[in-house]
């Protein structure tokens, strides 16, 4: 199995996290679907301050930094991104400082927002944060980072910059690989029958990197990506370059064909980082339910989309929704959560 994935086992990689995750069924959940039998991948449950999916991708990014004799880790994400929290943990955990760039993505200045969730996690930890103006300019603010980098190396350290924007090699996307690898593990030993997965489609590196890993893998299983940042028109072409940047990392042959590449942007409107009435109730459903926390940034809006899919599917197929984490964002946005209720 290990040689279908080529040179991933031979790249720089720190173990941070908590693995395999497990996969737990939601029988409250499925009850609503006539013959369907639910499941749900715990990358929630991934350790490490909170935990979540970048847990698995930091460890590809730190491996490299260590590898570097990095002391000082940069990073750039919206306000309330799990990202930067969680490289802020990875850093202490591993004696460096860390840097965080907090861009404005989403339309809103209310305190909750601004200053509780995820930005509290981030001082706890005793990050230094920077602000960038805009939300949707990735290259200019991989562009800062780098300025930002310059200014510490001026002063004797050795920083190592994560870049989110396309043309940087995805090494956080081989953390998906890794946990492909440990799914199709899974499946066979406990003779899990999954028809099709639903996760996030976000930076891309997750849904990449997972596909990727099944397709490596020769494991047939459809994955399906629900869009949270950007229409599947615009997702489609990046995860897309994003396979084929993995495939040139491993030094194998990619394995996903354009058809693989299957995206739903039905529950992304108004946008990143903006909850809709479908996306809210797919939180307070799964709460109420089997007592899954979901974010509203999301993993609300993928298990809308699950939903959805559970109610077209035909009688007798399993599917598993992937939990990427999130859990800070709630407090963030409790206002619109349980109104009244802050």
């Not at 935990?51 to 990014?61: A, D, H, I, P, S």
């Not at 990735?138 to 043309?167: C, F, M, W």
Request: aromatic share 6%; charged share 20%.
């Amino acid at each position: 199995m290990s040689a279908a994935l080529g040179r991933l086992d031979t790249l720089p990689r720190v173990h941070l996290g908590h693995a395999p995750t497990p996969i737990d069924e939601m029988a409250n959940l499925a009850r609503a679907f006539d013959g369907l039998t639910l499941y749900v991948k715990r990358d929630d449950c991934t350790g490490l301050a909170i935990g979540g999916n970048k847990v698995r991708q930091l460890e590809f990014y730190m491996g490299e930094a260590q590898a570097q004799g990095a002391d000082t880790i940069l990073i750039t994400g919206a306000r309330q991104s799990n990202f930067v929290r969680l490289a802020a943990a990875a850093a202490r955990v591993l004696g460096m400082d860390c840097h965080i760039q907090l861009e404005e993505r989403v339309p809103r200045d209310d305190p909750l927002y601004r200053e509780s969730g995820n930005v509290l996690l981030d001082r706890l930890l005793g990050a230094t944060l920077h602000t960038y103006p805009q939300g949707e300019d990735e290259a200019g603010a991989d562009k800062q980072l780098e300025t930002l980098a310059d200014d510490l190396k001026s002063k004797g350290r050795n920083p190592y910059v994560i870049h989110l924007a396309p043309g940087h090699k995805p090494l956080g996307a081989l953390g998906y690989v890794v946990a492909a690898r440990e799914l199709a593990n899974q499946i066979r030993e406990q003779a899990l029958p999954v028809d099709s997965i639903v996760v996030a489609s976000g930076s891309g590196n997750t849904h990449a990197g997972l596909l990727f890993g099944l397709r490596a893998l020769g494991v047939a299983i459809a994955v399906h990506g629900v869009c949270v940042r950007r229409p599947a028109d615009q997702q489609h072409a990046r995860i897309a370059a994003r396979c084929h940047e993995i495939a040139g990392l491993l030094g194998i042959a990619n394995p996903v064909s354009d058809a693989d590449v299957r995206l739903d942007d039905a529950f992304l409107a108004p946008g990143y980082g903006q909850l809709n009435d479908a996306a809210t109730d797919a939180i307070a459903r799964a709460a109420r339910t089997e007592a899954l926390l979901l974010d509203p940034v999301y993993t609300g809006k993928v298990m809308a989309g699950f939903l959805h899919q559970a109610s077209q599917a035909a009688p007798g197929q399993t599917l598993l929704f992937w939990h990427t984490g999130g859990t800070p964002a709630l407090f963030a946005y409790a206002d619109d959560l349980v109104p009244g209720q802050g």
